[in-house]
């Protein structure tokens, strides 16, 4: 099975940026992508973006041109980058790896256990 941890999280003023990092080990049979989800408080969980192992990535349309989500072959990570962060992007911070095609990323069962990315106004 596949292991996910987050980190990056923190405190940063809006307009700032963080850069989260998914660490990812194991068997990654059955997944080709690895999502970042953000949940915030009384709210549900929601898709950012994807990066899928042949180098594609989608992004929750809101997010565009803010968000970045690559790879870091030499670490094993997927990495989201995170620019002019608002308040509203407060939340946790989420990875899984799941399968995308067609368009639609279908989640797995395996998270990570979360980073808590806090902004200040």
């Known amino acids: 099975q596949v292991q996910l941890v987050e980190s990056g999280g923190g405190l940063v003023q809006a307009g700032g940026s963080l850069r989260l990092s998914c660490a990812v080990s194991?068997?990654?049979?059955?997944?080709?992508?690895i999502g970042w989800y953000r949940q915030a408080p009384g709210k549900q969980r929601e898709l950012v973006a994807v990066?899928?192992?042949?180098?594609?990535?989608t992004y929750t349309d809101p997010l565009k041109g803010r968000f970045f989500i690559s790879e870091d072959n030499a670490e094993n990570t997927v990495n989201l980058q995170m620019n002019s962060l608002k308040p509203e992007d407060t939340a946790v911070y989420y990875c899984?790896?799941?399968?995308?095609?067609?368009?639609?990323?279908?989640?797995?069962?395996?998270w990570g256990q979360g980073t808590q990315v806090t902004v200040s106004s």
């Open positions: 899984n790896a799941g399968y995308h095609t067609n368009g639609t990323y279908t989640p797995s069962a395996y």
């Open positions: 990066f899928r192992s042949d180098g594609a990535t």
């Open positions: 194991g068997s990654t049979r059955g997944v080709n992508a």
